[in-house]
């Protein structure tokens, strides 16, 4: 899988977007970009995740870029439970490795 | 709809001593796997499974032993905890759909051996 790299740390106001970043310049074809979230002491949380296209649900939308090296996940209007430690994760589509490879994410904080 | 549940939340080992924690899932997934956290650190892949009756070996298997004899059930057991087994582990379902899945990840075990 593609190697990731996030900043280690952001600060949001509350209310404001939250746009997370991540670079994956090796990302091959068939690999897909996963963000996940981490609430303090809680299990890992899937937010989002995009192959080419633009993504939207009801927590986030996913931006990748033309040429897919790079994307960001935006939260519309992060509230005070959105703190977290989000995680860009590059996975391979061919289903022969079943892990999530976890790096050191970006600590999200937002502030009143 | 519990999603994945896990068993005991809370637990402190003496070395040596064994034990066996619980994941169970209520979404009929077909892969389940077993991480561990530790302090700082991403999630590491001990072992997994891709259907009931099989597993497999992850990242950092040694030292833990794994069983998955129903489709919603799957167990991590250490025969012999050591204090480098000292973390939280996190039990997650999955159901690959067109090279996809999505991970649903339990609550954790926070486990202490002393």
């Known amino acids: 899988d593609a190697k990731t790299t996030q900043p280690p740390s952001m600060d949001c106001a509350e209310g404001r977007a939250a746009n997370l970043p991540c670079n994956h310049s090796?990302?091959?074809?068939?690999?897909?970009v996963y963000w996940y979230r981490q609430i303090h002491s809680q299990g890992p949380q899937y937010i989002i995740h995009?192959?080419?296209n633009n993504e939207t649900n009801e927590m986030a939308s996913l931006i990748i870029t033309e040429d897919r090296k790079s994307s960001t996940l935006i939260l519309p209007h992060a509230t005070l439970r959105d703190t977290a430690v989000y995680y860009c994760?590059?996975?391979?589509?061919?289903?022969?490795?079943?892990?999530?490879?976890f790096g050191k994410g970006t600590l999200l904080t937002v502030n009143p | 709809n519990a999603g994945v549940t896990q068993t005991p939340k809370f637990r402190v080992l003496k070395t040596g001593q064994s034990m066996t924690l619980l994941c169970a899932q209520d979404?009929?997934?077909?892969?389940m796997y077993w991480y561990r956290q530790d302090p700082g650190m991403g999630l590491r892949l001990i072992h997994y499974?891709?259907?009931?009756?099989?597993?497999a070996k992850g990242e950092v298997p040694d030292g833990y032993n794994v069983s998955r004899l129903k489709k919603q059930n799957f167990l991590l057991g250490l025969e012999s905890a050591a204090p480098s087994q000292t973390s939280v582990y996190f039990c997650?379902?999955?159901?690959?759909?067109?090279?996809?899945?999505?991970?649903?990840f339990g609550a954790g075990t926070r486990l202490s051996v002393l």
């Open positions: 499974s891709v259907g009931e009756g099989t597993t």
């Open positions: 090796t990302i091959s074809g068939n690999e897909y």
């Open positions: 994760i590059v996975r391979d589509s061919g289903g022969s490795n079943y892990k999530l490879t």
């Open positions: 995009g192959l080419k």
């Open positions: 979404m009929n997934h077909e892969y």
């Open positions: 997650a379902s999955s159901r690959w759909t067109s090279g996809r899945d999505i991970q649903y």
